[in-house]
């Protein structure tokens, strides 16, 4: 059992930054694949970004050169740094991690940006 726990997320205006965070009850260095969705109001969850452990990550079109996934092993934490943000990156956020044949999800953290 992995238990994901997400925080950062926040109010921000139009062209600012957040970072996100995602940490597991286990050690991630042994999860291959790791991730932040999104889902906004009235639509389905999409994929942000995706980090394995020795690929390059995957990033949506909508965030490519905006947002960075990076994982800290030591602190068995996944990140997710969101730079010149604008209104239609608002959605609640969520952590994912893929064991086996198991996917996990954390509670998910809310990014509103607005001016």
């Known amino acids: 059992q992995v238990q994901l726990v997400e925080s950062g997320g926040g109010l921000v205006q139009p062209g600012g930054s957040l970072r996100l965070s995602c940490a597991a009850s286990?050690?991630?260095?042994?999860?291959?694949?790791m991730g932040w969705y999104r889902q906004a109001p009235g639509k389905q969850r999409e994929l942000v970004a995706s980090s394995t452990r020795y690929g390059s990550p995957d990033y949506a079109d909508s965030v490519k050169g905006r947002f960075t996934i990076s994982r800290d092993n030591a602190k068995n934490t996944l990140y997710l740094q969101m730079n010149s943000l604008k209104p239609e990156d608002t959605a609640v956020y969520y952590c994912?991690?893929?064991?086996?044949?198991?996917?996990?999800w954390g509670q998910g953290t809310q990014v509103t940006v607005s001016s």
């Open positions: 286990v050690s991630i260095f042994s999860i291959n694949t």
């Open positions: 994912n991690a893929k064991v086996v044949f198991d996917n996990y």
